[in-house]
């Protein structure tokens, strides 16, 4: 079988952003901006790490976090649609993923 690949993502289709932990950790915590927002332009899929007080544990957990966000993973599905499928194949994959029974809704009060 041969391997074809469909598009690529690279780091020009996130933003990342410096942000502050907030919570326990003293005066390095609330002064430093270790925490990391990762945000997926196309998607509009966002995600924030401020666990560590490293940066780069936080960058590589928040992408971690990002990729396997609904948000991201809807998107993914979508794009792979586009390049493996035709139009008249999107759209029945479409209106099939819209079809009640397929759609789950949580109601967040």
């Keep these: 079988m041969n391997k074809e690949l469909l ?3 690279t ?8 942000i ?15 925490g990391i927002r990762i945000t997926h332009k196309a998607s509009g899929a966002s995600i924030a790490a401020t666990d560590s007080k490293s940066q780069s544990i936080n960058k590589r957990n928040a992408f971690s976090r990002l ?3 609904k948000k991201f993973k809807s998107w993914l599905q979508i ?3 586009k390049y493996s499928l035709n139009d008249y194949e999107i759209e029945k994959w479409l209106n099939e993923q819209m ?8 109601y967040i009060e």
């Design 7 to 9: 598009f690529s993502i």
């Design 11 to 18: 780091k020009k289709d996130f933003i990342f952003e410096a």
């Design 20 to 34: 502050r932990g907030s919570g326990p950790g003293g005066q390095h915590r609330n002064k430093s901006h270790t």
């Design 67 to 69: 990729i396997k966000s």
């Design 79 to 81: 794009e792979c649609a």
């Design 99 to 106: 079809l009640k029974r397929n759609l789950k809704i949580e």
